[in-house]
């Protein structure tokens, strides 16, 4: 029996990927199709959809969804979810679907998956900007004043949010592909199903995770050390999708952390695991998206520690760590326990390197 935290939503891991027979039917079926082409972003929910990552979603969040995350972070029927996870489409190619229709979501020619529309929907600028004000604002210097001028021309985030496309499409989806992560990461990519499995086998009960996109150095290490103390194990868990132009790539973290996993931890205390999501740089609610997902891979601690998935100067220090305390459902209230957010964080101060002490 398993002593691991459950999925988050409360219908166990929700994978919407065809294996086998059904999965070729379905691409032969996608083949004829009306293709909608999808960005970077919605590629990686999409194949973290298939695998159950993003557990209970099965697809592409409607209007409802859309605006209950934004203003209360709950969906529509009550579940706890931090970040809108859209998909989006010019007006032409909406002008050609319609509610009910099949379609093809295409990324640099390769199928990843049919969708049956269940809604579409427009959303204006100033839709896309009370999102961004919503989701991405924060206590930072860089969010003072005038911050949408100052988005647009620094926050990543906020730039793809303000390039979706006209109009919206919600609806179920059955991911054929998981593209090039299972070979280029082989070991590294996991399934949530597979990093339980680890985790049973070493009789884990208390995991926590570190998130990074970045190599690992002193400080997160230190990290996973105060972890390993409080908990029975810590998977490192790094972003393996696309980040913004300079940072360092995926191919290069991993060596550096495998490197540490073999000759500077107890290895028998550490995972390596790689996910296939792309950054938002959302700050606290991105703080709030890494520990849902991560309750899926099996994970009921997220350590938080200083400026969390931030970029520039828009979020404060320890702004990510705070937006736990102020989220839905902390007391008894959720009338469904399993629709609340399950993975707590492991809050950890500033770290520094004494010279004194050595």
Known sequence: ?????????????????????ELDAEKKKAEGLKKIEITNQ????????????????????TKADWKGVCENFLLSDGTFWPVPVMLSCSAGDAAEINVGD??????AGEAYATMKVEEKFELSKDD????????????????????????LEDHPGVQLVMDRKEFCLAGPVKVLSEGEYPEKYKGVYLRPEETRAIFDER???????????????????????IAVEVCDGVIIHSLIGNLKPGDIPADTRVKCIDTLVKYYFVEKNVVQGGYPLDMRYAGPREGLLHATFRQNYGVNKMIIGRDHAGVGDFYGMFEAQDIFDRIPYLDDSCPDPGKKLLCEPLKIDWTFYCYKCD
Request: overall charge negative; glycine content about 14%.
């Open 42 to 61: 919605e590629k990686g929910d999409l194949i973290m959809m298939g695998i159950g990552g993003f557990s209970p979603l099965n697809g592409f969040m």
């Open 128 to 151: 896309l900007t009370w999102e961004s004000e919503l989701v991405y604002k924060g206590e930072g210097e860089d969010s003072e004043g005038d911050f949408m001028k100052t988005a």
């Open 1 to 21: 029996m398993s002593k691991l935290v459950p999925p988050h939503g409360g219908k166990g891991l929700v994978k919407c990927l065809l294996e086998g027979a």
């Open 203 to 225: 009789g884990w009960a208390d995991v926590a995770a570190l998130q990074l996109r970045n190599p690992m150095h002193r400080s997160h290490e230190y990290l996973c050390k």
């Open 102 to 107: 099949e379609i093809t979501l295409e990324n």
